[in-house]
């Protein structure tokens, strides 16, 4: 008995020695740039692609709520937009829970769109009474096709009486302003999430004041890095700065994991044309779309960068702590900012550069900067759906300093990576050793108890 238990312990070390080996090893990989790093370009983020969730099963929009098809919070769904109209989803919903859902349209790549026109998405109740306002994102200045995300809620407490209660609510789904585009469907992802209620009710007001300085940008070498195609992979980033290729009509996706009370910056610069384009004299306003989104995809602050062939940059404006009153403010900027977990980063490049000045990608260097210390939660009394939404990973649990560095952040120290790679990173450089010594702990424990005959 005595020698099957020691062969136990040992079996269990060797395994788990081999798995923290294994995760080193995928840690250097990712942090040199090799194919573990994350998918190639042309399968992660083409030219106005968009990498829907893996394995997202497929609902149809209808034109009637009497036939709508149920979307659960903590799934996300793939279907389809159509030119006209709007298309309707149902929600069963509780008494006590927030839900929220995003929707994200993608016009094919080579759609001719104009400034204006997009989609919106809202959450109404059985007698058609929107829930929230109705939001709306459109195409921009750039006037290049690319991914679309718009957010609609039922949020309590509500001011509406009738989106209070347990019962069936809808999403409408609609294309807006639809000038030049073709007749024909658009690619959508929906992403329902539930938030639920508060153990203790608390204030009921926006923060009055909140430090909205924009710091320094970081400085020092940049870690190359490869954004994801769409939300569901974006690419894992800490505080630092971080190297990207963007091709004219790419869109990359990034996450940056913010805890409560801390604030997230980030700027974006495009490096000039240096292979000569196609004329290089032209000048592409919106050319850059950069934007910030929160854990449930909700649109905080978004910032457009025209670009002439010369280096040009853009920073997105000072958002204030994640905070859950932040959701009172009228301001959009604020109430996105009012749960903690992954935000992310959504930089597209308009398809107009290449016709301007080539096909060839354009350097991106991304400076993000997490200030703050992490601070804990309000103290949910049950589990979003998906679950741990709301938390931030190990990457993300700080603490940092008072100018935001984050452990495992910056500059040019930190491995780069695709977003399981980065996720990998930060448990490799993290946790290998903290798991080490627990299972010797557990060796010493089983050693322990086997000899006082356990």
Request: hydrophobic share 40%; aromatic share 6%.
């Amino acid at each position: 008995m005595g020698r099957r238990t020691a062969w136990w312990r040992v079996a269990v070390v060797g395994a788990v020695l081999g798995a923290v080996a294994g995760a080193s090893g995928a840690s250097v990989l990712a942090a040199s740039g090799s194919p573990a790093q994350s998918p190639s370009p042309s399968s992660s983020a083409t030219a106005s692609s968009y990498a829907f969730a893996a394995g997202a099963p497929s609902v149809t929009g209808t034109v009637s709520t009497a036939d709508a098809e149920l979307l659960e919070p903590g799934t996300t769904y793939r279907s389809s937009l159509p030119s006209e109209g709007k298309v309707y989803y149902r929600l069963d919903l509780d008494g006590t829970s927030t839900v929220y859902v995003a929707g994200t349209a993608v016009p094919p790549s080579d759609a001719p769109v104009t400034a204006t026109e997009g989609v919106r998405v809202t959450v109404q109740d059985a007698d058609g009474r929107a829930c929230s306002a109705p939001d709306t994102a459109t195409i921009g200045a750039g006037r290049s096709p690319r991914p679309l995300t718009a957010w609609g809620a039922r949020a309590l407490p509500s001011k509406r009486s009738l989106c209070r209660g347990a019962g069936t609510y809808y999403v409408a789904v609609e294309r807006v302003l639809r000038t030049e585009s073709v007749p024909g469907d658009w690619d959508l992802e929906l992403a329902p999430v539930l938030e639920p209620r508060l153990r203790q009710a608390g204030a009921s007001s926006a923060p009055e004041s909140w430090d909205s300085a924009t710091p320094s940008p970081p400085g020092g070498g940049a870690v190359r890095v490869r954004g994801g195609g769409g939300f569901g992979s974006a690419t894992a980033l800490e505080q630092g700065v971080w190297r990207e290729d963007v091709r004219p009509g790419q869109t990359l996706f990034y996450e940056v994991p913010v805890g409560w009370g801390q604030q997230v910056y980030a700027t974006a610069e495009l490096s000039g044309d240096s292979s000569g384009g196609a004329g290089g004299n032209g000048l592409v306003p919106g050319a850059v779309n950069l934007a910030l989104y929160n854990p449930v995809r909700g649109l905080v602050d978004d910032t457009s960068i025209s670009y002439s062939g010369s280096q040009r940059s853009g920073a997105l404006a000072a958002v204030p702590p994640v905070g859950y009153d932040n959701r009172y403010s009228l301001s959009g900027r604020v109430s996105g900012m009012r749960f903690a977990g992954a935000y992310y980063l959504v930089v597209h490049l308009a398809a107009r550069v290449g016709e301007e000045f080539g096909d060839g990608p354009l350097g991106l260097t991304l400076r993000v900067r997490v200030k703050g210390e992490a601070g804990g939660g309000p103290g949910y009394a049950g589990e979003s759906e998906p679950a741990a939404l709301f938390q931030v990973g190990l990457g993300g649990l700080g603490p940092s300093s008072g100018d935001g560095a984050a452990v495992g952040g910056g500059g040019g120290d930190a491995g780069g990576g695709g977003g399981a790679g980065m996720k990998v990173v930060a448990f490799g450089g993290i946790g290998a050793g903290t798991l080490v010594l627990v299972v010797l702990g557990v060796w010493v424990v089983v050693g322990r108890r086997g000899a006082a005959g356990v």
